[in-house]
């Protein structure tokens, strides 16, 4: 079965800089890889997703993670964060031989002004 | 752009009561999910459901715990006999088909048992 690591529980930076949250996965087929962001007190919104194709995917407010297979990794990245990136960011594999999907334990940014 | 609905947002309830927590998945999805989130821990999978059945269940999803589709939209969570550690924030989602959809979330409801 599919398990996932979140390298990283609590991420604190400063407002502008460049944010990396790391995640690693396993698995013993091939996966398809995501990334959720829970903002305080709400649901998880899906960020963005790896299927096949190009490694370096790019999602919504100007989050990108690149898939890399020999890692087993999928980290995701933000050249330049704001206040509002602050949230939980959870990775997510699915296997494709099966439909259920297992999350990390997730990692809380923290932007600090 | 349609979403994942649950109600209610929020359920007290005293231990050993049953709670049904209701979710209207997205209209034409085929897979259904109920996930659990302890306050400040990590996302739990506990029951995925396709086709009227529970395809896959963890640990967690032990016989206090069921789940239904009464009719063509509800998708339901029952938990019989409440206990402390039931409280948490429970998430529904669901997803259109294979070939790596995600799975979408609804709000979620905060249960609180005391």
């Known amino acids: 079965a599919q398990s996932v690591t979140q390298l990283d529980s609590q991420v604190p930076v400063f407002e502008e800089a460049p944010v990396e949250l790391r995640c690693n996965y396993s698995?013993?087929?091939?996966?398809?890889l995501f990334w959720y962001v829970q903002y305080p007190n709400q649901g998880l919104q899906l960020l963005l997703k790896y299927l096949s194709g190009s490694t370096l995917v790019k999602g919504i407010n100007g989050f990108e993670a690149e898939f890399n297979k020999s890692q087993t990794s999928f980290h995701l990245r933000k050249p330049s964060v704001h206040i509002s990136d602050t949230a939980e960011y959870f990775c997510?594999?699915?296997?494709?031989?099966?439909?259920?999907?297992?999350f990390g334990a997730g990692t809380r940014l923290t932007v600090k002004p | 752009e349609p979403e994942v609905t649950q109600t209610p947002s929020h359920q007290v309830t005293q231990m050993g009561q049953e709670v049904i927590l209701r979710c209207v998945p997205i209209?034409?999805?085929?897979?259904f999910y109920w996930y659990r989130q302890i306050l400040g821990q990590k996302v739990e999978f506990l029951v995925s459901f396709y086709n009227n059945e529970i395809s896959e269940k963890s640990e967690i999803f032990d016989d206090q715990f069921s789940v239904e589709r009464p009719d063509g939209s509800n998708f339901t969570l029952k938990i019989r006999s409440t206990k402390l550690e039931d409280s948490a924030m429970y998430f529904c989602a669901s997803r259109s088909g294979t070939g790596g959809a995600p799975q979408y979330f609804g709000p979620g409801t905060r249960l609180l048992v005391l």
């Open positions: 209209s034409n999805h085929l897979y």
């Open positions: 997510a594999v699915s296997e494709r031989n099966n439909n259920d999907m297992r």
């Open positions: 698995s013993s087929v091939s996966v398809y």
